[in-house]
């Protein structure tokens, strides 16, 4: 089954300064690339996702590259603010068609990203 | 649009006794229930995979007997855990997918329920 690395665990970052997560995934057929936030004892929150037929993908101050190749996908975010302080998950599914959604996601395991003042 | 409710959002037990958690759909059908479970700084990891009207698919490791999952509209399914232990105790968090009726659904992107919390005393 698919395996997806994160890292770093942690992260800390003055405010106003870019943060970057990194995760790989095992299995080359997985084509969808969601990354959640999550606050604590919340609901993951999707902020941004990406399909294999794109490298990259920006939305304000959040974007997420993907390599294809590498089996490796990032998330940026620029000029922190304290409210982004969370855990972070990246995740990796297979989607195909209209049942796309219906097909599991195989979660990494998270980066604590604190933003100091 | 796209929301997913759960109940309880927190509940406490004693050991022995079952405990049963809902996952509502408000807006849409939702198609495809997963039931998630993550340990304080742990991620979230996949339970099972419930489709209306089918058995649900468990994961490897987890016991069917135990964690009865129950699909059996297209706006709610069931988690009920059954002789719980205090190593039960967890956040259990559903997320749904399905075609909307509002709200303009995308085929990616799965709603995931406010979570419950599980403790066993």
């Known amino acids: 089954g698919e395996n997806v690395e994160q890292h770093p665990s942690t992260l800390s970052v003055q405010e106003g300064d870019s943060a970057v997560i990194k995760c790989t995934y095992s299995?080359?057929?997985?084509?969808?690339f969601p990354w959640y936030k999550q606050e604590l004892g919340k609901r993951p929150q999707l902020i941004i996702d990406?399909?294999?037929?794109?490298g990259e993908k920006k939305d304000q101050r959040i974007a997420v590259t993907l390599n294809k190749t590498a089996k490796h996908f990032s998330l940026h975010i620029t000029e922190t603010q304290p409210e982004d302080s969370a855990v972070y998950f990246c995740?990796?599914?297979?989607?195909?068609?209209?049942?796309?959604?219906?097909?599991?996601?195989?979660f990494g395991t998270g980066t604590q990203l604190k933003v100091e003042l | 649009g796209a929301v997913v409710s759960q109940h309880p959002s927190w509940v406490i037990c004693k050991s022995g006794t079952s405990v049963k958690i809902e996952c509502r759909s408000l807006?849409?059908?939702?198609?495809?229930m997963f039931w998630y479970r993550q340990f304080p700084k742990q991620s979230l990891m996949l339970m099972a995979t419930?489709?209306?009207?089918?058995?649900?698919?468990?994961e490897q490791g987890v016991e069917k007997d135990k964690f009865l999952i129950n699909h059996a509209s297209l706006t709610l399914s069931t988690l009920t855990v059954t002789s719980a232990h205090p190593e039960d105790s967890s956040f259990y968090i559903c997320?749904?997918?399905?075609?909307?009726?509002?709200?303009?659904?995308?085929?990616?992107?799965?709603?995931f329920g406010p979570g419950t919390r599980l403790t066993v005393l």
């Open positions: 990406i399909r294999s037929n794109v």
């Open positions: 807006d849409f059908q939702a198609t495809t």
């Open positions: 997320s749904a997918w399905g075609t909307g009726l509002a709200g303009g659904l995308t085929r990616n992107e799965q709603f």
């Open positions: 419930s489709n209306e009207g089918s058995k649900a698919t468990y």
């Open positions: 299995d080359s057929a997985s084509n969808y």
């Open positions: 995740a990796a599914s297979i989607r195909g068609g209209l049942t796309g959604g219906g097909n599991k996601l195989t």
